[in-house]
């Protein structure tokens, strides 16, 4: 009897072992096939990634102005089928300035002594320009760009500026905005009297990053006075209450996690459960028929 009763234990043990080694398996075949899916999508999205990086991007604008000037005492003389300049002649150049977007920008030149009727030039232009000569073709800025001479100061005090003369936009592709131009009538579009000291002009560019002329000339307003502080208000005293809504989500995600973890040991626990109802009847019934 009693080898009976043991080859029946067997049995069932060896029953409830495999029931519980397929069970496994099969929540390793899950785990693998979800990892894999995982790993195929993150490969398909570094793929992706990688052929968007290669799209070219348009090289983006900017141009490097100066604000120059040419004085002569003497005139100049055509020698050689060029023009030869005078010994006396000087070009004072300002330390240029960077336009990358539209904005407000000024430009100056000081200790100058130019008696006003030896100014044979005043005029901004692409510092590329001037460098390269005829050899450069066009600045690096939109054709549409526009220029806004917004103040023009001779020795501290402001210039009127002839607005139909002035240009507000490039001359044959470059940026060049003239005031004074001894050989053109119609660049003379500032009025110059006395001995020049220093020269100062201040200007609007617009039509890099936005539409031309959108933009004008704002003077900066004074500081604002400063407003009393004043004590905060029950709403923000209760701002501390945010920190507590965050840790009650998180201790509500760490149990959800512990959950799951329960949950999918639970076949483990009923295989265990069956094991032992089992095993005890089958002890139950072998003392009533010794008895």
Do not use: H
């Not at 000037?69 to 006396?88: I, T, V």
């Not at 977007?101 to 320009?129: F, N, Q, V």
């Not at 004043?230 to 507590?244: G, I, K, L, R, S």
């Amino acid at each position: 009897m009693r080898k009976k009763l043991f080859m029946i234990l067997s049995a069932v043990l060896m029953i409830l072992l495999t029931i519980q080694f397929t069970a496994l398996a099969g929540e390793v075949d899950s785990d693998t096939a979800d990892t894999s899916a995982a790993e195929t999508e993150e490969s398909v999205g570094e793929t992706e990634t990688d052929t968007t990086d290669t799209v070219d991007t348009p090289e983006p604008y900017g141009v490097s102005v100066t604000l120059y000037l040419m004085e002569s005492n003497n005139d100049w003389s055509w020698l050689g089928g060029k023009w030869d300049k005078p010994e006396d002649w000087s070009e004072p150049a300002s330390e240029p300035v960077y336009i990358t977007e539209d904005g407000t920008y000024t430009l100056s030149l000081t200790d100058l002594e130019i008696p006003a009727d030896t100014l044979m030039l005043c005029y901004i232009k692409d510092t590329e320009a001037y460098n390269q000569g005829n050899s450069y073709k066009r600045s690096n800025v939109p054709e549409d760009l526009m220029v806004i001479t917004d103040v023009f100061k001779v020795n501290g005090s402001e210039k009127q500026v002839d607005s139909s003369l002035v240009r507000t936009g490039l001359q044959k592709g470059i940026f060049d905005v003239a005031y004074r131009n001894n050989w053109n009538e119609g660049d003379n579009c500032v009025n110059f009297t006395g001995v020049i000291n220093s020269i100062e002009i201040t200007f609007t560019v617009t039509g890099i990053t936005g539409e031309p002329g959108a933009i004008k000339y704002e003077p900066t307003p004074p500081p604002a006075t400063p407003t009393p502080t004043t004590a905060p208000t029950p709403a923000e005293e209760q701002e501390p209450a945010t920190d507590t809504e965050d840790k009650v989500v998180d201790t509500s995600n760490e149990t959800t996690a512990d959950s799951a973890d329960t949950g999918s040991n639970s076949p483990l626990i009923i295989g265990a459960v069956i094991a032992v109802i089992v095993i005890g009847a089958i002890v139950i019934i072998a003392i009533k028929k010794k008895k």
